[in-house]
């Protein structure tokens, strides 16, 4: 069972699902399964490690994946882009800062640009780019973005930018995304296909502890929040604006929305905050997932995942197939 659309055409895939690049979560194993199910593999270059860039590319094993990048994380570490294009990925993408010069070194060596958006005037910059892709992500989503616009209503404000503007760019909606109703809902809206996230973290083959795991199987989305406070203790200098929905836990209900106190105590905090990473201690440390986490109650291989997807949606649109 497939769904065509303009998405699977251009990337010549079978399923118009793409792999969230979540930072240290999206790994080679898990950007290689999603590519074989179906859909397109972006593994999560993040905050810009060299070696654990190399590493996750070879364990990909050869597929045709992508790679996704914190653009302002980038810009200080610019030559990553260069690792990245010499193993021809599918595609970059790029979110949450400046595309330029990026945007115009990845055109120059032939490989599709994805633009992350959270506002029209993101879209619009994405186009003033050239981008091949638009995602646009909505609050909903788990990870960093804004709180400014739902998936449900920039979607299609996105979609239909981009038709006047440039109707060749594909659109991918992004945020609580969690099942086929979500992907038949973007197809509904207008995009091209979505960028799924929070249920491809429920996954074997993503970089994620059990007992992260474990956590999030009992969650709904109620249990997660938007915060700054996990920024500051893992000394993240994120732009203004920019926030990150985590699953709540004891640490935010002492931090969230007391960010101040946490800047005063931060070294004694970062130190904490440091311990219960290595000891897996999850009422301190970050859960960064959606609010799509109350639709999921089973860790899935990935590949059954896209494919109870694409089944779902296609019953939820009343077809099989779509050329």
Request: proline share 4%; net charge negative; with cysteine.
């Amino acid at each position: 069972m497939t769904l065509g659309t303009r998405l699977t055409k251009f990337f010549g895939i079978e399923h118009p699902i793409v792999l969230a690049p979540m930072a240290g979560v999206s790994g080679g194993r898990l950007a290689a399964a999603v590519t074989s199910a179906g859909g397109l593999g972006l593994i999560g270059g993040g905050y810009g490690d060299s070696e654990w860039l190399r590493r996750e590319f070879d364990r990909a094993d050869g597929a045709r994946v992508g790679c996704g990048f914190i653009t302002w994380s980038l810009a200080r570490r610019p030559g990553l882009l260069d690792e990245a294009l010499q193993r021809r990925p599918a595609a970059v993408m790029l979110s949450f800062g400046e595309l330029q010069p990026f945007a115009d070194r990845i055109r120059a060596g032939g490989v599709p640009l994805i633009a992350q958006a959270q506002t029209l005037d993101h879209a619009r910059q994405a186009l003033d780019a050239a981008a091949d892709v638009v995602v646009a992500q909505g609050g909903e989503a788990g990870g960093h973005g804004m709180t400014v616009r739902s998936t449900f209503t920039l979607v299609p404000d996105v979609v239909d930018l981009v038709a006047e503007r440039s109707p060749e760019t594909l659109v991918l909606a992004a945020g609580g995304v969690s099942d086929g109703r979500g992907l038949a809902a973007a197809l509904a809206l207008g995009a091209d296909g979505v960028l799924v996230g929070t249920r491809l973290w429920a996954s074997p083959e993503a970089l994620v502890s059990p007992r992260a795991h474990d956590r999030a199987l009992n969650a709904s989305g109620d249990d997660t929040v938007r915060t700054r406070a996990y920024d500051l203790v893992r000394k993240l200098d994120w732009p203004a604006g920019y926030d990150a929905r985590a699953l709540g836990n004891a640490f935010l209900d002492t931090w969230h929305g007391n960010e101040e106190a946490l800047a005063a105590s931060l070294p004694e905090a970062v130190a904490d905050y440091e311990k219960a990473v290595g000891a897996e201690d999850f009422d301190t440390a970050a859960i960064l997932v959606g609010e799509g986490v109350g639709q999921i109650r089973q860790v899935r291989p990935a590949a059954d995942i896209v494919a109870d997807m694409v089944a779902q949606a296609a019953r939820a649109l009343n077809r099989s197939r779509s050329g």
